[in-house]
């Protein structure tokens, strides 16, 4: 089925305790259609570049199935930028630039052919410009995800909730669901979030993995991976978001059991994320790569539990 | 089988968001041995009290078949007494009041009828001190567990090194494991931990879940369940501890597999604890809260993944 992505196509220069890049390839669309990639085929975006975003990087879209006629590349602007340095625990960072460029005044346009998508991922943008989006559809999506984050919360609360009101799920951070909801408890936040509107709410917690929560207070939980070396932690939480929405566009199934298998294949692929600079672990990804983490995702929380007798 | 746990018997003081208790029965050795006797009939403390400690708290540790020949009472001697407060997050606490009164000159003893012991749990005390009672039993336990904290890696780190040479089985927390293997890797920190006697190492991470590492670099993970309400943290640790080796002490089954259920249970039983102020909740359990509450906790984790095909 088909999927449509609104989100950032960008240059990041990244420094790690481990090492630094010059400017790569970043941006949420990016990393969400790249990891959608492995699960369907039919993805369009919807994004905006100046025309310094070089051709290679166009072909890696491409080269990912990823219908890239909806980016609109700006004459003589110049592509959103961000350079961020991470500490040593690689849960906090430092940006040192963040230059809009191109993305100040973006005006989002779907393309005619982009029309009857049926999943919809909105990643993290301004909320007006994430609604413009859905706005222009002509018939709603079957399932329409939204991304945001702490700083829209800061300076665009109306607009975000007028946002989130309009989505089936919401995926957000766990400092950023207790900003949201003014609630401690992850608990008590999801339930005071899913009454804005969202079906469901995944709370991501990094390195300490994600949760999945319903209206009918089901709840699931992802681990992530312990790992032997995190390398560059950006883009995990927007890859994440695009293998979940990649699996379930590609499986078809709108339940909360086929959720949690979403939500693991999209931990597996930011556990792969990374490992690497920027985009370079999963840009070329072999399946038994994956579904050998996938396996180990598993494998980590698998037990055989039986009933103690009582006592 | 016979379980021998080493650890305090004090009162505690605890002031929480949500509430205060006076003076209250708490130490280590009295969650570990509360949390154990929900599988094991035999235990056996060794600890140390005053005069001041009430017939009552006696009777608590009694009515779960824990053997007190081994605390001895300091004629005229105060309690272990500990006052602390818990921030908003729960997760910090500032200690108010430490008074280690009678464990200050704590010199453990072993009684004869708590020899052969099988299942010895060292919980958090001073290093020499636990490898006091381990060298007064004649033959060696079938598992050693041992508990540790911080302020023992800051000011008894050789003699913490000898006692843990001695263990199979190491608990600390994330921070304690990066501080004492000096990586941020939860993974490399405990394969460098493995190297210093431990056969098994658990990484606590309290609402975060825990970690089992083995030396085969096996890895099992067990979430914590997200609660409504967290009213007081005190004693977490140490109930998972007991629950633990409890679980072990009761199965007789030392594998990895067996281990995991172990775990399993002690968040179980530790997910109890924190819902009410000190032992409160698990002080009179009834086996179908432990049950329902173990289901939980696997429901949270439970997916059926099948294979994606090739790409």
Redesign the interface.
């Known amino acids: 089925m088909s999927l449509l992505i609104v989100g950032t196509v960008a240059f990041d220069k990244i420094e790690t305790p481990l090492g630094k890049t010059d400017k790569i390839l970043g941006g949420a669309g990016t990393y969400i259609g790249v990891a959608a990639s492995?699960?369907t085929d039919i993805i369009n975006i919807v994004s905006v570049v100046g025309d310094d975003f070089p051709d290679k990087y166009h072909k890696i879209l491409q080269d990912h199935n990823i219908n890239t006629n909806g980016i609109q590349v700006v004459k003589g602007g110049k592509t959103f930028f961000w350079e961020g340095k991470y500490h040593?625990?690689?849960n906090s960072r430092d940006t040192l630039v963040t230059e809009l460029n191109v993305l100040a005044g973006f005006d989002p346009v779907v393309p005619d052919n982009y029309q009857n998508c049926e999943f919809l991922m909105l990643g993290n943008l301004e909320p007006n410009i994430q609604r413009k989006v859905l706005n222009q559809l002509k018939k709603r999506p079957k399932l329409v995800v939204l991304d945001t984050m702490n700083f829209w919360m800061d300076i665009a609360w109306e607009a975000l909730l007028e946002t989130i009101s309009m989505v089936d799920l919401l995926t957000i951070n766990d400092e950023e669901a207790r900003q949201m909801s003014g609630e401690?408890?992850?608990?008590?936040a999801a339930r005071k979030i899913l009454t804005l509107g969202p079906k469901y709410l995944i709370i991501k917690?990094g390195e300490?993995?994600a949760?999945l929560f319903d209206k009918a207070e089901n709840?699931?939980?992802?681990?992530a991976l312990?790992?032997?070396?995190?390398f560059d932690p950006t883009g995990a939480g927007d890859t994440f978001a695009g293998g979940f929405i990649g699996?379930l566009a590609?499986t078809k199934d709108l339940s909360f059991?086929n959720m949690?298998?979403a939500i693991?294949?999209g931990s597996a692929l930011a556990s792969l994320t990374v490992e690497k600079f920027g985009t370079d672990k999963i840009a070329y990804l072999k399946?038994?790569a994956?579904?050998e983490r996938?396996e180990r995702f598993?494998a980590?929380?698998e037990?055989?539990?039986?009933?103690?007798?009582?006592?």
Not at 184 to 188: A, C, E, G, R
Not at 219 to 223: D, E, K, L, Y
Not at 226 to 230: K, N, S
């Open positions: 492995y699960f040593t625990d690689m401690y408890s992850l608990v008590k917690k300490h993995g949760l709840c699931f939980f992802a681990p312990p790992l032997e070396e995190v699996y590609k059991e949690k298998r693991i294949y399946s038994n994956l579904n996938v598993k980590l929380v037990v055989d539990i039986k009933q103690i007798e009582k006592f």
